[in-house]
């Protein structure tokens, strides 16, 4: 089931990432703050 819903959550991933450049980058810079202070 995960397997078969995979390439719609990349697509979705992907148009989602598109429109919000700015959230992606946020969400980067605390994934490495993240990673950081792990």
Known sequence: MFDRARP???QY??????QNKSIKKALLAFCKKGFVAS
């Open 8 to 10: 719609v959550l990349i």
């Open 13 to 18: 991933f992907k148009k989602f990432n598109l």
